[in-house]
C-alpha cells in the first residue's frame, strides 16, 4: 500500500474556482482517482493526521517538539519543551495575521535574538536553543504538568488570524510571556516579530505509537520527524521512483502545494503539482494499476481509496472529475 498525505490538494480549489475560474490540470492524478472511494475522517491538519494515524489521541497534544528536538540534536531532551519557531505576524484593524511565509534567520541571527529573548526568559527558568535556524525550541519546568498549554500546530496558523489560535490553559500566562517576546523582537532586523509555540512535550519517552507502515517517503523535517516518531526507516526522495515501495505499506509527505495554498497563488500552486504529476502520481497510478493499493489524504479530514478502473471495465469513467472531487466526503 501506498498511502500520500498531501496538504493544500483541494482545500483553495472551491474558492479559486469561484473567483478565477480556476480549472486545474492533473490528468494523472484524476485518472489514479476515478472510482475512488471518499472517506471522511476526524482530524484535520497535517501533523494531527499523522499522528492519529499513529494512534495519538486526537484530543491530545502533540508531542512534536520531543521528536523533531530528537532529530536536530541527535540525543533526547532533558527538560520539558516545545517548539518555539521565528514568525511574522501583521496587525490588522481587528485582527493579527500569522504570516504563510516563515522567515530564514541564518545561524547568526538566531544565536543574537535566542540571547536577547534569554535574557528576559531565565527570570521563568525558560530558555531557548536550536541547531537549525529556523527551529527553535523553549524549554523549561513551566511546559510540564498542569501548566502546560495546548497548542496548535504552525502549519494550521500560517496564513490566518491567530486570536483564537493561541496557547490554551494558563493563557493568561503564556499571551503575557508571548507579548513580552514580541516588544523585545520588535525592532530587530531579521523580519522576526514572534515565536509560535506548538507541540508541547515532557522530556520523557512519550508513549509508544502503533506503526502503519514500513517506511516514510518524503522531502521535509515533518516526515523526518515522523519517521523518528513510528521507529520506522525514512526514505528521503523527491520522485517515487527514488524509493523501495513495491513492497510493504509506506506513507508519502508531500508538502509542496501547502505554501502556495495559503498563499493564496493558483499559478505557483499549479507548476508545483505538476512536478508531483510527474514525480510521484504517475508512477502511483502505474502502481495502482498494478494491484497496488493507493490511498490519498489531503489533510482536511478527507482520503479517497483509489483503485483505477479495470481496462476491461471500459464503461466505468477512466478519470475522476474536479467537482466529483471537491464534493466528495
Do not use: K
Not at 78 to 101: E, F, H, K
Amino acid at each position: 500500500m501506498l498511502q500520500f498525505v498531501v496538504p493544500g490538494l483541494f482545500q483553495p480549489l472551491s474558492l479559486w474556482r469561484a473567483d478565477f475560474a480556476f480549472e486545474p490540470v492533473a490528468p494523472h492524478l484524476l485518472r489514479l482517482c476515478a472510482g475512488a472511494r471518499p472517506v471522511t475522517v476526524a482530524v484535520r491538519g497535517l501533523e494531527n493526521t499523522l499522528f492519529a494515524a499513529l494512534g495519538h489521541s486526537v484530543a491530545a497534544e502533540l508531542p512534536f517538539a520531543y521528536y523533531r528536538y530528537c532529530l536536530d540534536f541527535g540525543v533526547p531532551p532533558t527538560q520539558p519543551l516545545v517548539c518555539a519557531d521565528p514568525v511574522w505576524m501583521r496587525s490588522g484593524i481587528d485582527q493579527v495575521t500569522l504570516n504563510a511565509t516563515l522567515p530564514t534567520p541564518d545561524h547568526a541571527a538566531a544565536t543574537q535574538l535566542q540571547a536577547l529573548l534569554n535574557a528576559h526568559l531565565a527570570q521563568d527558568g525558560l530558555r531557548l536553543v536550536s541547531q537549525h535556524p529556523q527551529r527553535w525550541y523553549l524549554l523549561g519546568e513551566a511546559l510540564s504538568g498542569e501548566t502546560a498549554p495546548r497548542t496548535v500546530p504552525l502549519s494550521q496558523a500560517l496564513g490566518q488570524s491567530v486570536f483564537a489560535l493561541l496557547p490554551q490553559h494558563n493563557r493568561s500566562y503564556w499571551h503575557r510571556l508571548l507579548n513580552e517576546m514580541q516588544m523585545l523582537l520588535h525592532d530587530n532586523p531579521h523580519d522576526i516579530n514572534a515565536l509560535w509555540l506548538w507541540g508541547v512535550s515532557d522530556c520523557a519517552q512519550p508513549l509508544p505509537l502503533t506503526p502503519r507502515w514500513d517506511s516514510v517517503i518524503g522531502n521535509s523535517i515533518t516526515a523526518q520527524t515522523l519517521a523518528l516518531a513510528a521507529n520506522v526507516p525514512y526514505q528521503a526522495a523527491t520522485a517515487l521512483a527514488q524509493t523501495d515501495y513495491t513492497s510493504g505499506n509506506h506513507l508519502v509527505i508531500l508538502e509542496d502545494l501547502a505554501l502556495p495554498a495559503l498563499g493564496d497563488n493558483p499559478t505557483v500552486w499549479q507548476t508545483a503539482l505538476d512536478a508531483l504529476q510527474t514525480a510521484w502520481f504517475e508512477p502511483a497510478l502505474a502502481y495502482a494499476r498494478s494491484s497496488g493499493s493507493v490511498i490519498l489524504n489531503s489533510a482536511d479530514g478527507r482520503e479517497w481509496h483509489c483503485q483505477p478502473p479495470a481496462a476491461w471495465r471500459f464503461w466505468l469513467p477512466s478519470s475522476a472529475s474536479w467537482v466529483q472531487l471537491l464534493e466528495s466526503a
